[in-house]
């Protein structure tokens, strides 16, 4: 499998253009065997769409040119891209839960057969075994399902899978983001890993938002912006300081935000939006409403975080971060411990549970199509109204006009479109905002002290995105502490006073008042260390 | 100019522009013939379809009101068991034990019946209590050793249906049973129908009141539908789980004891096969009413269609085959009407033109009155 000698993959002039959006322009890059080259940039800046185009699930626009060794062709099919020697992990890492490692790394190029297209079970282990030793895990239990493995196994099973040399020849071994699924305690091991299989002649094109990794393995770095290719860089003549200046691009960011037209914003609400998006960070003052000491979950190690009532605080980080468990860790939704939980100061020592979480006020709207949103075969007033059924019950007996006169009310309050009675339209016939606003509405329903929101904008449209804002801030005015969770910066310059920043399942930085923009969130997020504009006021 | 401004300002009001609804008459029309559509009610028009066709096939003797009163009685129980089901699968579980319960409770009432001094009364308590005590196994079982249910219940129903074999000696029991027993639980009561008729139709409003008019209704739906969102809107998932499993054994072991009395004996291996009928009925039922909900007016017009069905091919003395694939064609004819209608993501592309305003599906959403 090792090329004695070095092969390049030039691609030239490559461009990839969507209905409607520019994903990749006129990127010219050149990758070399036995290398590590990393490829970074935000979210949407074409990166996925640079390695889809080389595994030949995109076509690029005419003009296109991709070289490896002495081939030359303006576009690749999947079949190709192998034949060339390219291999991918892609961010799910593609493994079947279902199935044994046996079977996962068959999957890549089919079983050992006998004669008769028996499976030969046998050769089938022994190469499983290998190729599982190469990456330095021949210990794991290959015939178990993959559902029971760690996620750093899983990782591992699809890295044997993609340099199973019973493939062909492999040349360039590309991991898009494999770390973002993993705890931290198992990046260690993936970085050896990476390295062995450079070290064996591949050339792995690694892309990842960790820039402590890149420094660690990398050898060259490249940076995409707005589907354009900033430049190439050794790792030997960059600092982690300039490639975040390179990555997040000059201030001018703000200008996008400014571009939301004011008319679409819902009219009961308007005024409020048009007040200053950063609100005072007075609410601060005063005894928190919740205090939370030494939260544990898988992905988070002993976190801990005041909220105040009226207070907006942003929950920021990469995926991995520990920021997608913090909002179902603090309701008891997933397996969580905490050391020490204070709701108004009372301290709380029974185990949390949605249930127990709900009746101490501490609530959780999750992200449409997260986990636990909302039904989609319900009605809209049967989803405003499932946690708080008991109080629309009279003898035993769900008062309908009850439930639609609170549902007409919160159609009306978070101008949720849906036609006319709309509070008996399908969930699943609305649009995505509206299905967004209806999930937040089913929870402020119950006049939460700590509401949790989980990804509150995502696959929601501007007018929707600035509606749900000023909900937000509405409630947050009247003495509600909202945490918020996302991966969209956007949100947090718009309305938190306060962003903890989560690495490695704990709080790196907190970033209040003016620091709350979206250019200073990416360079701390992305950076993983306490930034130096960070204010060194302790976390806790 | 005036001469052909003249054709146009008269054909504007005309009848090709489609007017406005106006006021509550016409949301009243399209609220009908959105009840009345295919894909709300299409086992309706098949019970018609196959009531039309029998009376040509059999014009002396199926359009009596005998055969209303016939297939009634006869399918009263598996009525009856199909409602026992609907309850667990509106929860999200499958419990496939309802037959072997049902089975248990009909041996046992007999047996107790036969080999000692109870009275009726105390007689089918006990066995309502057995019926508790399944419905109790089945919830270790499936919510606390967390057992996927259909695997779960398929294990608690062997082991039921050995005890009924145990119990009976594998021997119809007779004895006690066929006298006043009978007489009193599954006697002729009003207009000649037999008493299991009031049963399922008794059983069908309490169920459907409950499943639909009270908030623990809307939690069973909403734990079969997403369980997570149940759990995150703090609903007790674990004790409705039991509530489910329980009231599903209890009906099923009513319509045991129903059974036993009907026949005047006890077979044990009479309540397996009522299992497929019940689950057939109950998904059918889901299909009418109310869009896929399990729902127990739609199960009891299912199990009404697929009797009628059965009932007049037998009298129109067609082969012993003949009522297992009609069952078969029915269900399937009778889903595939209500999912082809109503259902966006099928591949269906619409009724032809001349169909659509009996089958139009809903108006398109209105934007907001100012």
Not at chain 1, 216 to 230: N, Q, W
């Amino acid at each position: 499998m090792t090329t004695a000698t070095t092969t390049s993959l030039r691609v030239e002039h490559l461009s990839k253009t969507f209905p409607g959006q520019v994903a990749l322009s006129d990127v010219t890059l050149t990758l070399t065997t036995g290398e590590v080259h990393c490829v970074l940039g935000q979210n949407g800046s074409g990166k996925s769409t640079f390695i889809k185009v080389l595994s030949g699930y995109h076509t690029p626009d005419p003009g296109t040119l991709i070289r490896v060794g002495d081939t030359e062709a303006a576009r690749l099919n999947p079949t190709e891209s192998r034949q060339l020697g390219l291999r991918f992990v892609h961010q799910q890492a593609g493994i079947v839960s279902q199935l044994s490692a046996v079977e996962n790394v068959a999957l890549g190029i089919g079983f050992a057969r006998r004669r008769a297209g028996v499976i030969d079970w046998k050769t089938q282990e022994t190469r499983t075994r290998e190729l599982l030793s190469l990456v330095g895990r021949g210990d794991i239990d290959i015939w178990g399902p993959m559902s029971r493995a760690r996620a750093i196994d899983r990782t591992a099973v699809a890295i044997a899978r993609a340099i199973d040399p019973a493939g062909g020849e492999i040349r360039f071994l590309f991991l898009d983001e494999p770390t973002a699924a993993l705890p931290p305690t198992e990046v260690d091991y993936l970085c050896e890993l990476i390295e062995t299989v450079r070290d064996r002649g591949i050339g792995v094109v690694y892309v990842t938002h960790r820039l402590d990794e890149v420094f660690r393995i990398g050898d060259r770095v490249s940076v995409l912006r707005d589907a354009k290719l900033l430049g190439t860089w050794p790792i030997g003549e960059i600092n982690q300081d300039q490639l975040v200046d390179i990555i997040v691009g000059p201030p001018l960011l703000e200008g996008a935000q400014a571009d939301i037209p004011a008319e679409v914003t819902t009219a009961d609400l308007a005024g409020e939006v048009a007040a200053a998006a950063t609100p005072d960070s007075a609410a601060q003052a005063g005894p928190p409403v919740v205090s939370v000491r030494g939260l544990r979950s898988e992905l988070l190690h002993d976190l801990s975080f005041d909220l105040h009532a009226g207070e907006i605080v942003g929950v920021a980080g990469l995926a991995g971060s520990g920021r997608e468990e913090l909002p179902y860790a603090l309701i008891g939704a997933i397996p969580a411990t905490v050391e020490a939980l204070e709701v108004h100061g009372q301290p709380v020592s029974e185990p949390l549970t949605p249930r127990s979480a709900k009746k101490l006020g501490l609530l959780l709207a999750p992200g449409n199509r997260q986990l636990g949103s909302a039904i989609s075969k319900f009605v809209v007033r049967e989803n405003l109204t499932l946690p708080s059924m008991p109080s629309y019950t009279r003898l035993l007996r769900v008062v309908r006009d009850r439930e639609r006169s609170v549902s007409r009310r919160w159609i009306r309050d978070l101008s949720i479109r849906a036609g006319e009675r709309a509070e008996e339209r399908s969930f699943a016939e609305l649009s995505g905002g509206n299905q967004q606003k209806v999930i937040i509405a089913k929870w402020l329903n119950m006049r939460p002290t700590v509401l949790a929101l989980d990804e509150p904008t995502s696959g929601v449209d501007v007018g929707a995105r600035e509606a749900i804002y000023a909900i937000v801030r509405h409630h947050a005015r009247e003495g509600m502490a909202i945490l918020l969770a996302s991966s969209d910066f956007q949100d947090f310059a718009h309305v938190c006073s306060r962003v903890l920043v989560l690495w490695e399942g704990a709080v790196v930085a907190e970033l209040t008042g003016d620091q709350v923009t979206e250019d200073a969130i990416l360079a701390t997020v992305m950076g993983g260390r306490r930034n130096t504009t960070t204010s060194e006021v302790p976390v806790l | 100019m005036s001469v052909s401004d003249k054709p146009m300002a008269t054909s504007a009001p005309g009848s090709s522009v489609p007017k406005p609804p106006s006021g509550s008459a016409a949301r009243g029309a399209t609220a009908w013939t959105r009840f009345l559509s295919p894909r709300k009610i299409g086992a309706v028009y098949f019970l018609i379809l196959i009531v039309i066709f029998f009376s040509f096939l059999d014009p002396n003797t199926f359009p009596q009101v005998e055969t209303i009163r016939s297939i009634l009685n006869e399918y009263s129980i598996s009525g009856i068991m199909a409602l026992a089901v609907i309850i667990t699968l509106a929860s999200g579980l499958f419990d496939l034990s309802v037959g072997y319960t049902m089975g248990l409770a009909g041996t046992l009432v007999a047996w107790l019946l036969a080999n000692t001094s109870m009275s009726a009364t105390e007689a089918i308590l006990l066995t309502m209590a057995t019926g508790l005590v399944i419905g109790l196994v089945n919830a270790l079982v499936v919510v606390f050793l967390r057992i996927d249910s259909i695997i779960a219940t398929l294990g608690t129903g062997a082991i039921i249906g050995a005890i009924t074999v145990g119990i009976s000696g594998n021997q119809i029991i007779v004895k006690n049973v066929a006298g006043s027993f009978s007489r009193h639980i599954a006697g002729l009561s009003i207009g000649n129908f037999t008493e299991p008729v009031f049963y399922m139709l008794g059983l069908m409003i309490i169920i459907g009141l409950v499943m639909e008019q009270t908030s623990v209704g809307r939690y069973w739906y909403a734990l079969g539908f997403e369980l997570d969102v149940a759990r995150l809107a703090g609903i007790r998932v674990k004790l409705l789980q039991t509530a489910a499993l329980l009231a599903t054994a209890l009906v099923a072991s009513w319509a045991g004891i129903a059974l036993t009395a009907r026949i005047g004996a006890a077979s044990p291996d009479a309540g397996p096969s009522y299992l497929l009928p019940a689950f057939a009925a109950a998904f059918l039922g889901a299909t009418q009413f109310r869009d896929g909900r399990f729902n127990a007016w739609g199960t009891i017009l299912a199990t009404i269609l697929l009797g009628a069905g059965q009932y007049g091919i037998l009298l129109s003395g067609a082969p012993v085959w003949a009522p297992d694939a009609f069952y078969g064609v029915a269900l399937i004819g009778a889903v595939a009407v209500t999912s082809l209608t109503g259902n966006a993501t099928s591949r269906w592309r619409g009724w032809p033109p001349w169909m659509r305003r009996f089958v139009t599906a809903k108006p398109p959403p209105e934007p907001e009155s100012p």
